[in-house]
């Protein structure tokens, strides 16, 4: 079982950035990818971006040369820096880990962004 604790959403106007954290549980399993996906009201959940344990990222068309995925593997960390934002932006966002092949989600932490 791995629990994740997301932190670092909130208000912010257009324009304006944030960062989010997730910070995985350590077990002795190695994490392969982590990611953020995010929900908007009446929408499906979506991907916004990945990294692999390598550091290969993966970002959404909406968000690519405005948002950067990272992540500390020493932690068992990931972030993402939104800069630039837009009232679109605004949704749930859910951190997303996989540890042998089993998806983990966080709890979710809203974003909110005011034109």
């Known amino acids: 079982q791995v629990q994740l604790v997301e932190s670092g959403g909130g208000l912010v106007q257009a324009g304006g950035s944030l960062r989010l954290s997730c910070a995985a549980s350590q077990n002795r399993f190695r994490i392969n990818a982590m990611g953020w996906y995010r929900q908007a009201p009446e929408k499906q959940r979506e991907l916004v971006a990945d990294?692999?344990?390598?550091?290969?990222?993966n970002y959404a068309d909406s968000v690519k040369g405005r948002f950067t995925i990272s992540r500390d593997n020493a932690k068992n960390t990931v972030y993402l820096q939104m800069n630039s934002l837009r009232p679109e932006d605004t949704a749930v966002y859910y951190c997303n880990v996989d540890q042998l092949g089993n998806s983990y989600w966080g709890k979710g932490t809203l974003v909110t962004v005011s034109s």
């Open positions: 990294i692999t344990s390598g550091g290969s990222t």
